[in-house]
C-alpha cells in the first residue's frame, strides 16, 4: 500500500486468432489491464455478426430478471456452468432458455401489468363515483360530447374553493352549478357545470386554479352506486388473477432462475466481449492490443495470459512513451477503506503522480466526525446502520426506488458508517454524553473522562466553549500541517526547490506563527508589536496535575513576529515572484501569494465548523431530553421517550449535516494544503465479476 497510485507500464500482447476467445475471456477477468483504444473506432453493435441478437436476449433476459426481482428470489446462489467455447453454443443455449421460460415471464409480466391497470382503473371509478353520489349524476352527465351543457368533476385546493366560485360567477355571470363533495383538509372534489360557450374561459380559470380533471374511465357508465358494486367485484377478481399469477411466476423461477441470473449475466459478459473487439486489433491470423498494467502485477498477468492462451502468447512489457498526463491512475487501498477513495475520485481522480489522499482521508474523516458527532448512544446506532449497510453487501437493490437508493448509501458506505460511529462513541466517552444525556442531567451518567462541552466546569482555568474551540483548531492545524509537509516532499521529489523551500515550507512558518501568536498573545494585534512583550505558548486542552503545559516560551512578541510571521511571508513574496516570471506573469505570483495569504485565515477559521457542528449535537440532545419542559433534576418517562424521538432525529439530520461538514474539511482545507488537483484518468479494467456463473475449462 503506497502513498502514490501504482506505477505503470504497458505491455504488448499478441495471440493466434484460434485463442482470442480465450482472450476476451481472460480480459473479462483480468482487473489489472487497462486497454489502450489506439484506433478509437466508434462502438455500434450491429456491425458485429451476432451483435443485435445478444443485445435483444441482454434486454429481455434483464428486463424479466429485474420485472421480477429474481435475484432476491433466488436464496441460494449456487453458480451455473456455462460452455462458452463458442458464442453459438451459448446463444443456442440462451434461446432455449428464452423460448422455455423468458417468453412465458413475459406473457406473464404482461398479464400483470394489464391487470394491474384494470385495477387502478375501477379503483379511479369507484373513487368518481362515490364523490358523483351526493351530486346526483350518473356517468353519461359526464360525456364530453354533450353539446350545449358541460360536466366536469376533479380536485381543487379546499382554500382555494370561495375564491374560485366567485371568479366562476363573473366569467358565467352566474350561469353555472358548483357542488362540492367531500374535502381531504387540502383537497375539494368539485363538481362544476356550464354552458359550452364559457368553456375557453373557464378552461383559462381551472388551469390558474391548479384544478385536476378526474380521468372518467372508459365503458363506465350508469348510477354511481351501481358502478362502485360492479368495479368492487372487479377489483376483487382482478387482484386474485394478479396473486394466481404471480405464484405461477414463481413457480417457473423456483425451477429456472439459477438460469435466467447465469446467463443474464452471460450475455452482459458476450457484450462486454464485443467493446473488447472494438478495442483490439484483429486479422486473419492474429489477435493484438495494447494496454496499461501496473509494474507489481506483471508477473502474475503474465502467468495468467500464458495459461489462457496455452503458452501461445507474445508478451511485450515496455516503459510508457505516453506523456504524464496520459497515465491512468490505479490506487492501492484495503477493500474496507474502498469508500475513502470514491470520496477522493468524487472530488477528481488523482494524477499520476499525486498523493492517494485516501490514506490520510481514512484517517482524519472518522475523528472529524466522531468530534462532531461524539455520543455513545448516537454513535452507536450510527455504527449499527453501518452494519446493516454489511448486509445488503450481496443484495441486488432497486436503484430506480428511494428505498433502494437509501440502502444503495448504506450498502456503499457501511464502513465509514461503521469506524466513525466507533469513534463518536469514543469521544462521547471523553465528553460524557449518553444519547444527549449527561451527568449533569442525570447523576447515574458517567462523568466525562476529559470534559463536557455543554458542562458549566472550566478545565484548566477555561470554559468547555473555549476548549472545544481549541481542539478544533488544532485538530485543523495538525490535518493542513500534513498537507504542508506532503506537498513539501512531493516539491523535492520533482526538483521544484524553490517551491518547497520559498513557498511551501514558509507557508508552514507563516502559518503556524499565526496560531502561536493568537494562542499566546491574543487577538488585539497592537500587542504583537511590542518588543518588551513575551508570552508562553500554552492549550488549555493539554495538561499535567491539573495545570496547562508550557511549551516554550516567547521573550520578545515583536521579534517573534517578524521572524516568523514578516519575513516567511516577504520570502513567499520574492519566491512567488521568481516563479511568476519564470511563467511569464508576475502579477499571477502576486495574486497567488494574497490568495494564500488569505486562504490561510479563512481554512484555519474554517475549522471551527467542528466546534459549531459539535454545539449543533449538544443543543439539539439537550432540547430533546424535554428537560426545560418537565424541570426538576431527575429523568422521567417523557425525558426518555424526547430522547428516543431526538435520536432518531439526531440521526438524520445531524449524521447528513456533520458528514457534508468533514468533508469538505477534506476537499477544501485539506486539498488545498496538499495541493491536490485531482486531474488524472481512472485506470479501468474491462473486468466484470461472476456472480451468477461459472465457465468450463478450454481444451484444444
Not at 75 to 97: F, H, M, N, Q, T
Not at 433 to 461: C, I, M, Q, R
Request: hydrophobic share 45%; aromatic share 12%; proline share 3%.
Amino acid at each position: 500500500m503506497s502513498l502514490l497510485p501504482d506505477r505503470m507500464k504497458t505491455v504488448k500482447v499478441a495471440v493466434p486468432k484460434e485463442y482470442s476467445r480465450n482472450l476476451h475471456r481472460f480480459l473479462t477477468l483480468e482487473e489489472n489491464l487497462d486497454i489502450i483504444d489506439i484506433q478509437k473506432k466508434p462502438f455500434e453493435i450491429n456491425s458485429f455478426e451476432h451483435g443485435s441478437k445478444i443485445k435483444d436476449f441482454s434486454e429481455t433476459f434483464s428486463k424479466v430478471v429485474e420485472t421480477f426481482e429474481i435475484g432476491d428470489k433466488i436464496s441460494k446462489k449456487k453458480l451455473i456452468s456455462i460452455d462458452d467455447r463458442e458464442i453459438g453454443v451459448v446463444l443456442k443455449e440462451v434461446d432455449r432458455i428464452s423460448k422455455e421460460v423468458i417468453v412465458k415471464l413475459s406473457q406473464i409480466a404482461d398479464r400483470i401489468k394489464l391487470a394491474e391497470q384494470e385495477l387502478e382503473k375501477n379503483k379511479s371509478a369507484i373513487e368518481i363515483a362515490q364523490n358523483l353520489i351526493p351530486f346526483g349524476f350518473s356517468f353519461e352527465d359526464l360525456d364530453d360530447e354533450r353539446p350545449y351543457f358541460t360536466i366536469l368533476v376533479g380536485h381543487i385546493g379546499a382554500k382555494r374553493v370561495p375564491r374560485f366560485k366567485w371568479n366562476l360567477d363573473a366569467i358565467t355571470d352566474g350561469n353555472y352549478v358548483l357542488k362540492e363533495s367531500s374535502s381531504d383538509g387540502k383537497n375539494s372534489f368539485i363538481a362544476i357545470g356550464f354552458l359550452e360557450r364559457y368553456q375557453e374561459e373557464i378552461n383559462r380559470l381551472l388551469v390558474a386554479y391548479g384544478f385536476e380533471k378526474s380521468s372518467v374511465p372508459e365503458r363506465i357508465s350508469g348510477s354511481p352506486d351501481k358502478v362502485v358494486k360492479r368495479s368492487s367485484d372487479k377489483i376483487v377478481a382482478l387482484e386474485t388473477k394478479i396473486v394466481e399469477l404471480k405464484e405461477e411466476a414463481d413457480i417457473l423461477i423456483s425451477d429456472h432462475g439459477g438460469e435466467i441470473l447465469g446467463y443474464s449475466e452471460q450475455l452482459q459478459i458476450e457484450l462486454n466481449y464485443l467493446k473488447i473487439s472494438n478495442m483490439i486489433r484483429e486479422t486473419k491470423k492474429k489477435t493484438s492490443f495494447w494496454a496499461w498494467i501496473p509494474t507489481k502485477k506483471i508477473s502474475s498477468v503474465e502467468k495468467g495470459l500464458m495459461k489462457a492462451t496455452e503458452d501461445q502468447a507474445l508478451i511485450e512489457f515496455t516503459e510508457p512513451v505516453f506523456e504524464e498526463s496520459e497515465f491512468p491512475t490505479k490506487t492501492s487501498v484495503p477493500k474496507f477503506a474502498g469508500i475513502y477513495d470514491g470520496l477522493v475520485n468524487a472530488y477528481g481522480t488523482p494524477g499520476y503522480n499525486e498523493y492517494n489522499s485516501a490514506l490520510l482521508i481514512q484517517l482524519f474523516f472518522p475523528i472529524m466526525f466522531g468530534i462532531m458527532f461524539a455520543d455513545v448512544g448516537h454513535g452507536l446506532l450510527f455504527a449499527l446502520l453501518g452494519v446493516y449497510g454489511l448486509t445488503l453487501k450481496n443484495k441486488e437493490l432497486n436503484k430506480d426506488s428511494f428505498k433502494g437508493e437509501i440502502q444503495g448509501y448504506f450498502k456503499g458506505g457501511a464502513m465509514l458508517m461503521i469506524v466513525s460511529g466507533i469513534v463518536a462513541m469514543f469521544f462521547g466517552v471523553l465528553f460524557g454524553s449518553y444519547f444527549g444525556v449527561t451527568h449533569h442531567a442525570a447523576a447515574y451518567v458517567p462523568k466525562p473522562l476529559w470534559f463536557s462541552p455543554e458542562g458549566h466546569d472550566f478545565h484548566n482555568g477555561a470554559s468547555p466553549v473555549i476548549l472545544m474551540l481549541e481542539f478544533s483548531l488544532v485538530i485543523g492545524m495538525i490535518h493542513m500541517t500534513i498537507g504542508y509537509v506532503m506537498r513539501f516532499i512531493n516539491n523535492i521529489k520533482h526538483k521544484h526547490f524553490l517551491e518547497a523551500f520559498g513557498i511551501t515550507f514558509m507557508w508552514t512558518i507563516f502559518h503556524w506563527s499565526l496560531f502561536i501568536l493568537v494562542f499566546t498573545f491574543g487577538t488585539n494585534f497592537m500587542t504583537w508589536f511590542d518588543p518588551s512583550n513575551s508570552g508562553t505558548f500554552d492549550l488549555a486542552l493539554f495538561s499535567i496535575g491539573g495545570e496547562a503545559i508550557q511549551f516554550f516560551t516567547i521573550p520578545s512578541a515583536l521579534l517573534f513576529f517578524v521572524l516568523t510571521f514578516v519575513l516567511p511571508i516577504v520570502i513567499m513574496s520574492i519566491s512567488l515572484i521568481i516563479h511568476g516570471m519564470k511563467h511569464g506573469s508576475v502579477l499571477d505570483g502576486i495574486a497567488e501569494l494574497i490568495e494564500m495569504l488569505l486562504s490561510t485565515l479563512s481554512n484555519t477559521v474554517s475549522y471551527a465548523r467542528i466546534f459549531a457542528m459539535n454545539a449543533v449535537h449538544g443543543a439539539l440532545s439537550h432540547i430533546f431530553t424535554l428537560k426545560d419542559f418537565t424541570g426538576g433534576e431527575s429523568m422521567g418517562f417523557v425525558n426518555y421517550i424526547g430522547v428516543a424521538i431526538g435520536a432518531l432525529v439526531i440521526l438524520a439530520l445531524e449524521g447528513l449535516f456533520s458528514f457534508i461538514q468533514t468533508l469538505r474539511l477534506q476537499w477544501v482545507e485539506f486539498f488545498s494544503k496538499l495541493g491536490y488537483k485531482g486531474t488524472g484518468t481512472l485506470f479501468q479494467s474491462m473486468a466484470i465479476p461472476r456472480k451468477y456463473s461459472k465457465f468450463a475449462k478450454l481444451k484444444y
